[in-house]
């Protein structure tokens, strides 16, 4: 069900450092738990601002986008060694069975958020894989992010989650976001 994705004219504010105001490199690493071994993916990546925080700690990092215009920007700005980027939707992941240990989206769910998004997500991550997600909240202030009406609450994704074979292990609001930790099921 997701609404639309993040206008390219407006990229350089993906590069805003206030960003971390809503999750911060050291909470996303965190929550993530990267090492040395795993594969992971970036779940709206965007110009590469969280891909970068978590490239250095992973094997690879797959910096997904559905608009090929943000790889080209985040290429400008150059590629940390363990980036790749891969043009696809969420919905339509070219990796194989279980190729990824984790993946992680930061403020772009409300974009990707479908049944079929989700059971892509279970199909690509191994069992045990997690998967982290920050996003904007519909019971948010709305003062910052999409409109309300775009956002999904966090008990709307956390049911949504289960549906697609997730265990949560974590799920809070905030005041403008949520934050889910999701393991795939065995």
């Known amino acids: 069900m997701g609404f639309h994705t993040f206008d390219v004219d407006r990229a350089a504010n993906l590069d805003d450092p206030g960003r971390y105001r809503f999750c911060s490199r050291e909470e996303l690493l965190s929550l993530l738990d990267p090492d040395s071994t795993m594969v992971v993916a970036d779940l709206g990546s965007g110009t590469g601002f969280y891909t970068d925080d978590v490239a250095p700690y992973v094997d690879i990092c797959y910096a997904v986008d559905v608009q090929s215009e943000m790889h080209d920007l985040y290429r400008e700005n150059g590629l940390p060694e363990t980036v790749e980027t891969v043009t696809a939707d969420v919905s339509d992941l070219p990796f194989d069975d279980d190729a990824l240990d984790a ?7 409300h974009e990707y958020a479908s049944d079929e998004s989700l059971a892509e997500l279970a199909r ?13 909240s519909a019971d948010g202030e709305g003062n910052d992010g999409p409109p309300r009406e775009e956002r ?5 994704a956390v049911s949504a989650l289960a549906d697609a074979g997730f265990t949560v292990a974590r799920a809070e609001t905030r005041r403008e976001t949520f934050v889910c930790v999701a393991r795939r099921g065995e």
Request: glycine share 12%; hydrophobic share 45%; aromatic share 16%.
């Open 124 to 136: 690509v991550l191994r069992p045990g894989g997690r998967l982290v997600t920050v996003d904007w």
């Open 152 to 156: 999904f609450s966090l008990g709307d």
């Open 103 to 109: 993946a992680f989206s930061t403020m772009t769910y």
